[in-house]
């Protein structure tokens, strides 16, 4: 995938805090071990259907449901897909008007965090009235995914796959969507029309700048990223004690060792690429190996080029040949030998 230049103020935008508020969506272990994993919060009482005299449930409060995304575009972490839902009638009021949400790009990290905490804290007014989940897909399966030889399944792909699942795991838990909201993967007329085949019964918009215009995907925005903020940080420390000061190939001396946001056009994170970069095996499970920055790095800044043996397939000898004397003669009638020696008419 071609690495997207970023500016200082996206970069800083894109920066995790060092003290970034941790939410239950944070799989240590998964994230340790590369594994892709989801998330989805307990329903909220008031938004599961309730049981009727005659033993018949009538559909929950009708609810609107956002999706976005957070880090498609750097060379380090996660792709963190986030939904998140409410009453249609709160949408506005509640996230809009009451918490000031908005597209996750253009908040603060410390406004983001904020945001989730009080979206986390049990009793509070979002965490009584709305649901969100996220999906966390692992940079390992993002690039093992994008560089298969055969059957490529590419990151537009996955994001879809992502998004079907989140909705699917919401109407699974019994919450009555009626809205759906999304922020687009490439042409907004394509992808609404592949979702409103899978999602028939919702009324269903795909939109550019969606996490600007629609309060949920605003809140699925927030989700998203501060889960994708807190699994940097979690993937950051458990690699921070095999760093080196720098070298060489790193750059300057006491230079800060942080991988900053990840992303390639970020000068914190391609000097940690190349500080911790094995002549071999390149990176551990938080590196995308699909992106040209570690390609590029692999390829030509101190990566060791393995050259594989021949296939033994390319020398295979016919069949006929595990039944016959490697001795005889190469101009043997091959069909002739296939059961033995062939006899001449002496033997008569």
Request: glycine fraction near 8%; include cysteine; proline fraction near 7%.
């Amino acid at each position: 995938m071609e690495d997207s230049p970023m500016d200082d103020d996206a970069i800083a935008l894109e920066t995790p805090t060092s003290d970034v508020f941790v939410p239950p969506s944070i799989n240590r272990s998964a994230l340790l071990t590369g594994n892709s994993y989801t998330h989805f919060s307990p329903v909220p009482p008031s938004l599961l259907p309730s049981q009727t005299e005659d033993s018949s449930s009538t559909p929950g409060l009708p609810c609107c449901l956002g999706v976005d995304e957070a880090g498609r575009g750097p060379v380090l972490g996660p792709m963190v897909y986030g939904i998140f839902y409410l009453p249609l009638p709160l949408s506005d009021p509640l996230l809009k008007m009451a918490h000031h949400f908005d597209d996750s790009k253009v908040l603060t990290p410390a406004v983001r965090s904020s945001l989730m905490e009080t979206l986390c804290t049990s009793g509070s007014d979002l965490h009584s009235s709305s649901g969100w989940a996220v999906s966390a897909l692992s940079a390992r399966d993002i690039g093992a995914n994008m560089l298969k030889p055969t059957s490529m399944y590419n990151l537009n792909a996955q994001a879809m796959d992502a998004t079907i699942e989140l909705i699917e795991g919401v109407f699974a838990r019994g919450v009555n969507i009626q809205e759906i909201y999304v922020d687009t993967i490439g042409q907004p007329a394509a992808y609404q029309k592949k979702l409103e085949r899978v999602f028939p019964a919702a009324k269903i918009t795909v939109a550019k700048k969606a996490d600007s215009l629609y309060p949920c995907v605003s809140a699925a925005s927030v989700c998203a990223k501060v889960t994708r903020d807190a699994a940097l940080e979690v993937l950051y420390e458990a690699r921070a004690g095999d760093e080196e000061t720098g070298d060489e190939n790193g750059g300057k001396k006491g230079e800060s060792k942080t991988w900053g946001s990840g992303y390639p056009s970020d000068a914190r994170c391609t000097s940690w690429l190349r500080r911790n970069m094995h002549p071999v095996f390149g990176w551990g499970p938080e590196c995308r190996f699909s992106w040209g920055t570690a390609k590029d790095m692999l390829e030509g800044k101190g990566g060791v080029k393995v050259d594989w043996p021949a296939d033994e397939d390319e020398g295979m000898s016919s069949l006929t040949s595990f039944f016959t004397d490697s001795s005889r003669e190469k101009d043997a009638d091959e069909l002739g030998t296939w059961f033995g020696t062939p006899a001449g008419l002496e033997a008569f």
